[in-house]
DNA sequence: ATTGTGGCCTGCCCGC
DNA sequence: TGCGGGCAGGCCACAA
């Protein structure tokens, strides 16, 4: 599914194909998909004649300002949302979603001068538009988070490690696959209370984190991680061989090692 | 305020 | 072979 790491693909998609360009049309036929009272004709109104001046991403949220006094097209890309610029992918391949091209799926398009789009392919319909979408709901971007500000984003709470990490008022970016990869590698069970980890814990928390944001960068999605092949039944740790455990925690399953998270 | 739960949505996979 | 149930999870509304 798309996480921070999928999002900033597309961001860069976006960056280096869609800024500039004149738009001269905006089709947004499911309804459902545009949100905070936003309409087909709102949208379309709002962006004729503009052009995306940026793309810029917090979190798992992708936002492309547009010229003048233009309003901030914001989007969601569910779990199964990719986004396309002149038919071209800005991630190959997406787990959990279908990578089938079906022209039906396609929840936004906003058309260029001269041809080309930048569009919204979301078969399961989990994401969606808004204009000037409020950002102060957003907690600061995993990618630029420091070790005090995963403290502070932890302190206190009696909430599971995970679902913290999880909420995207407090961090934002983190989503299911990722979050469980980073306590895999910091060996940190995901239902500890988040409020209790030792300083020398938060400190193996944060670097595990930067650590596993770039090696699945690097690697080529959140489903990469080393966790990805064991998140099975009879599924083992890669680590010590011992069996997976599989829970609900946040309200997602998760998978951990019994053994050395803790 | 904080934490937990249920539901939305639908393609896909498995078992019968 | 076709069918139906379960599963996936980001996000939000709502409850306690």
Request: proline content about 6%; glycine content about 12%; overall charge positive.
């Amino acid at each position: 599914m798309p996480e921070l790491i999928e999002i900033e693909a597309y961001r860069r998609l976006a960056e280096e194909a869609a800024l500039d360009r004149e738009i001269v049309d905006v089709v947004a036929p499911d309804a459902w998909w545009l949100k905070g009272g936003l309409t087909a004709e709102i949208l379309r109104d709002a962006l004729l004649g503009r052009r995306f001046t940026a793309a810029r991403r917090i979190g798992k949220r992708l936002l492309l300002p547009t010229d003048g006094d233009g309003p901030l097209l914001g989007l969601r890309f569910g779990m199964t949302g990719r986004l396309l610029v002149d038919g071209a992918a800005g991630v190959d391949q997406l787990q959990y979603s279908s990578n089938r091209d079906v022209a039906a799926w396609d929840r936004l398009a906003v058309r260029f001068a001269g041809g080309g789009d930048l569009r919204v392919r979301d078969p399961r319909r989990l994401g969606g538009a808004e204009l000037d979408p409020d950002e102060a709901r957003l907690g600061p971007d995993a990618t630029t988070l420091g070790p005090a500000g995963l403290r502070r984003a932890l302190h206190g709470s009696r909430a599971p490690l995970k679902a913290r990490l999880m909420d995207q008022a407090r961090i934002s970016g983190l989503g299911n696959l990722l979050v469980d990869e980073a306590l895999f590698q910091a060996g940190l069970d995901p239902a500890r209370e988040a409020g209790s980890l030792a300083d020398t814990e938060l400190r193996r928390l944060h670097r595990a984190m930067r650590r596993t944001l770039g090696d699945l960068t690097a690697r080529g999605g959140s489903h990469t991680g080393e966790t990805g092949p064991a998140r099975r039944p009879e599924g083992v740790c890669p680590r010590d061989g011992t069996p997976m455990v599989r829970r609900t925690i946040g309200g997602r399953t998760t998978w951990s090692c019994p053994r050395h998270q803790r």
